[in-house]
């Protein structure tokens, strides 16, 4: 009976079966790009990479941000909202003009956190396209690790932004004026 237990130990660690024995799961990390749904030309567009990484603890990530040069450029990338990626990642911000960008970090503050969901890099975009039109950030990973240097699988999502033209705001005594009848206009008579 004992030769046949030992048997089908041998059998389930050949077919790789000790990960289902020891408990171990993977799971597919989820990278996410958010950003507002609107915004303005000659205005900026503030955005944040979030990974939810589930149990698994976050140790390092390469990604690339895609972008309409002609709408959009980066301003600024800096570290995440999380303790562990707080730091500015490294980029090269010669390419923040050129549509697309890489962006990595690492992180060596614990072997156990952070877990869930983690904010590790803020981006600024400066809006420089001129007309209303709708434009798409795209969000591609290149690596992901966990604390002890294993790939983690993942899966990313970029986002949508409708960009407005420039404000139509009027400077004060521009454009037609009304007024009420019998209310006296500026240096002259009513108007009716």
């Keep these: 009976m004992f030769?046949?237990?030992a048997s089908i130990g041998a059998i389930m660690v050949a077919l790789g079966a000790?990960?289902?024995v020891t408990g171990t799961a993977s799971y597919a990390a989820q990278a996410t790009l958010s950003c507002p749904g609107t915004a303005q030309s000659g205005r900026q567009l503030?955005?944040?990479v979030i990974f939810d990484i589930?149990?698994?603890p976050l140790g390092a990530y390469s990604l690339t941000l895609t972008y309409d040069a002609t709408v959009l450029t980066i301003a600024s990338v800096?570290?995440?909202k999380n303790q562990a990626?707080?730091?500015a990642p490294t980029t090269n911000a010669g390419s923040f003009a050129s549509g697309s960008t890489n962006i990595s970090a690492f992180q060596t503050s614990s072997v156990t956190d952070p877990t869930g969901g983690v904010s590790v890099a803020r981006v600024m975009f400066n809006v420089v396209g001129t007309t209303s039109t709708t434009t798409a950030i795209g969000l591609a990973?290149?690596?992901l690790f966990d604390t002890s240097s294993s790939p983690v699988s993942a899966t990313a999502t970029g986002c949508m932004v409708v960009l407005t033209g420039p404000s139509a705001a009027?400077?004060?005594g521009t454009g037609p004026q009304r007024h009420r009848r019998g209310q006296a206009g500026a240096g002259s008579g009513s108007v009716p």
């Design 18 to 20: 000790v990960p289902i």
């Design 78 to 80: 800096a570290g995440g």
């Design 85 to 87: 990626f707080a730091s």
């Design 54 to 56: 589930g149990a698994v």
């Design 3 to 5: 030769a046949r237990l």
């Design 46 to 48: 503030a955005t944040e």
């Design 170 to 172: 009027r400077s004060p």
């Design 141 to 143: 990973l290149r690596d």
